[in-house]
């Protein structure tokens, strides 16, 4: 019924349907620590990433070559993802969401200064329309003294040392064991912080627990598989998407308004990615998920 690029766009959408979820889900949980909330994102998102594993693996799925570069992902994964936790729970869902598509432009940054790419005008040009539209979103913040707004930033640069370290382990290592390491290391991370007090939650939120764990990690199991239907170029716009979920759910679920800076501070951010985005298909490179 679906060609293979349709169906690598439909599963695009689902999995920004998904990580929507999860971003909606961890600001629910606000009651919660953030480690015990990191914790049960990785225990219970270790489900999906296991059923993945080719049985004739299963004894040796967990080794590796290469365990540096993936203790490096790792690490900057685990800190990437704190950092969008505490910022999920401490301003509106559509600001977070807006300033975490400029990953991209830190991973282009990055480039330039670890792997001594050259860049070329237009690139260069992309990295100060993002950086502009950033800046129009967090310009209220920085008037109100709310710190908050410096953690989705955070989160792109990590995000870029994710990125970067991604495009090589995928080289030789498959996404299962790539995706094992980084949540084995957020789930011990989690867990460390169960003596500074953990919250006994209600059925209810336990649900919400484990159903962030879950969707969360189907969100990147969903974005692998519509890479390998469809071309990147189909499939990557579909990301953007998670702006209007975040409107949407934040509005209805917490009655956040988006302000205007925020809407054209994330429409330059989306230029920016496009621009980096159409680049970095012409040199071929490999597209890296939006998350870690």
């Given at each position: 019924?679906?060609?293979r690029?349709?169906?690598?766009?439909?599963?695009?959408?689902?999995s920004?349907a998904?990580?929507?979820m999860?971003?909606a889900?961890?600001k629910?949980?606000d009651m919660?620590p953030?480690?015990?909330?990191?914790?049960?994102?990785?225990f219970?998102g270790?489900?999906?990433?296991?059923?993945?594993?080719?049985r004739?693996?299963?004894k040796?799925?967990y080794?590796t070559?290469?365990?540096?570069?993936?203790?490096?992902?790792?690490?900057?994964?685990t800190?990437?993802?704190?950092?969008?936790?505490?910022a999920?729970r401490?301003?509106?869902?559509?600001d977070?969401?807006s300033?975490?598509?400029?990953?991209?432009?830190?991973?282009?940054?990055?480039?330039?200064?670890?792997?001594?790419?050259?860049?070329?005008?237009?690139?260069?040009l992309?990295?100060l329309?993002?950086?502009?539209?950033?800046?129009l979103?967090?310009?209220?913040?920085?008037?109100?003294l709310n710190?908050?707004?410096?953690f989705p930033i955070?989160?792109?640069?990590?995000?870029?040392?994710?990125?970067l370290?991604?495009?090589s382990?995928?080289?030789?290592?498959?996404n299962y064991r790539?995706?094992l390491?980084?949540?084995?290391?957020?789930?011990?991370?989690g867990?460390?912080t169960?003596p500074?007090g953990?919250?006994?939650?209600?059925k209810?939120?336990?649900f919400?627990?484990?159903?962030?764990?879950?969707?969360?990690s189907?969100?990147?199991?969903?974005?692998?598989?519509?890479?390998?239907?469809?071309?990147?170029?189909?499939?990557?716009?579909?990301k953007?998407?998670n702006?209007?979920?975040a409107?949407?759910l934040?509005?209805?679920i917490?009655?956040?308004?988006p302000?205007?800076l925020?809407?054209?501070?994330?429409?330059?951010?989306i230029?920016?990615?496009v621009?980096?985005?159409?680049?970095?298909s012409?040199?071929?490179k490999k597209?890296v998920?939006s998350?870690?």
């Open positions: 019924m679906f060609t690029n349709q169906l690598g766009v439909l599963y695009g959408i689902a920004v998904c990580f929507a999860m971003d889900s961890v629910w949980l919660f953030v480690g015990q909330v990191l914790f049960s994102r990785f219970f270790l489900i999906p990433i296991l059923m993945l594993v080719p004739g693996e299963f040796t799925f080794k070559s290469r365990p540096k570069l993936h203790a490096f992902r790792a690490i900057t994964g800190l990437a993802i704190i950092a969008l936790f505490i999920l401490e301003i509106p869902l559509a977070v969401v300033l975490t598509f400029g990953g991209p432009i830190f991973v282009t940054l990055g480039s330039i200064f670890f792997l001594s790419e050259k860049v070329g005008v237009k690139r260069w992309a990295v329309i993002g950086f502009f539209g950033m800046l979103i967090v310009k209220p913040a920085y008037e109100e710190i908050y707004y410096i955070i989160f792109c640069i990590f995000f870029a040392c994710v990125a370290s991604i495009r382990l995928s080289s030789t290592e498959p790539i995706a390491y980084f949540s084995l290391l957020s789930m011990i991370v867990l460390l169960l500074f953990w919250v006994m939650p209600n209810f939120e336990f919400l627990l484990i159903f962030t764990g879950l969707v969360g189907v969100a990147n199991i969903l974005l692998t598989v519509s890479l390998r239907y469809a071309e990147a170029s189909l499939v990557t716009p579909t953007y998407l702006l209007v979920f409107i949407l934040g509005y209805f917490w009655s956040e308004i302000k205007l925020t809407l054209v501070g994330a429409g330059l951010i230029i920016s990615s621009i980096i985005f159409m680049r970095e012409e040199l071929k597209v998920s998350r870690p």
